[in-house]
């Protein structure tokens, strides 16, 4: 269980600088402040009172970083979302475009009991209905690998492996479309000077914008030993 109680606001922090922290080491107010919607101003207040609990070290113009105390807790969180997020799609037949923003709610509330009891109704998942990895219960991240379809080349096949969660509308869009985690994509063409990306699914070929592929990552199929051979004759 986690000491002392936390406040719902402190969790949000927590959450959003190590989701933060995934691209840069430091992380500034100003992007916590544009990712929590929030005016930098109470972003900075908020990070003074962090850092006296030893959730953050923050030094003037040089950033926020978690401790390990902090991280902890982010990663906490995180898992109630992502074990929430599984819960309701699979045992309330909840879409997935609709499960974040009730996970949102419900991630500060649940018990560790409760927690336990949805891990286990699941048969302990390690990912969430958009590919996102589920953190352990001793607070690690499964190691992820996968790149943007958007920086894949005309001619790969690729599998989906994880869907941004944070634009409910495009989930719809990609739900419509077939396209969600574990699904083999094969990138037809790249239009230049960042243009639509072409794709085929189960032979029905789409057009993603740009900024769409970017938010859905992939990995690379491998060709098969006797394709290689075929192709180095």
Do not use: C
Not at 33 to 55: C, D, F, H, N, P
Not at 184 to 191: C, D, G, L, S
Request: overall charge negative; cysteine-free; charged content about 30%.
């Amino acid at each position: 269980m986690r000491e002392p109680v936390l406040s719902q606001a402190i969790e949000d922090y927590l959450k959003a600088i190590h989701f933060l922290h995934l691209t840069e080491k430091r992380v500034s107010t100003s992007a916590i402040a544009e990712r929590l919607g929030v005016a930098q101003a109470s972003v900075t207040g908020m990070i003074k009172k962090m850092a006296e609990m030893k959730l953050v070290e923050h030094s003037p113009y040089q950033g926020v970083e978690l401790t390990p105390a902090g991280e902890k807790i982010a990663l906490e969180i995180i898992r109630h979302h992502r074990l929430l997020e599984l819960y309701l799609a699979e045992a309330m037949g909840y879409s997935w475009d609709k499960v974040h923003d009730e996970a949102e709610k419900l991630e500060h509330v649940i018990s560790e009991e409760f927690e336990d009891k949805i891990d286990e109704f699941l048969g302990r998942p390690t990912a969430d209905p958009h590919g996102a990895p589920i953190p352990t219960k001793d607070g690690q991240m499964p190691a992820f690998q996968g790149f943007a379809l958007s920086q894949a080349e005309a001619g790969d096949r690729v599998v989906v492996r994880m869907v941004s969660d944070r634009d409910a509308e495009k989930l719809r869009y990609l739900g419509k479309i077939g396209l969600y985690p574990n699904i083999e994509i094969e990138v037809i063409e790249k239009a230049p000077f960042n243009g639509p990306v072409h794709i085929r699914i189960n032979e029905v070929s789409h057009y993603l914008g740009r900024e769409l592929a970017e938010v859905i990552l992939v990995d690379r199929i491998e060709k098969s030993a006797e394709g290689k051979a075929q192709n180095n004759s």
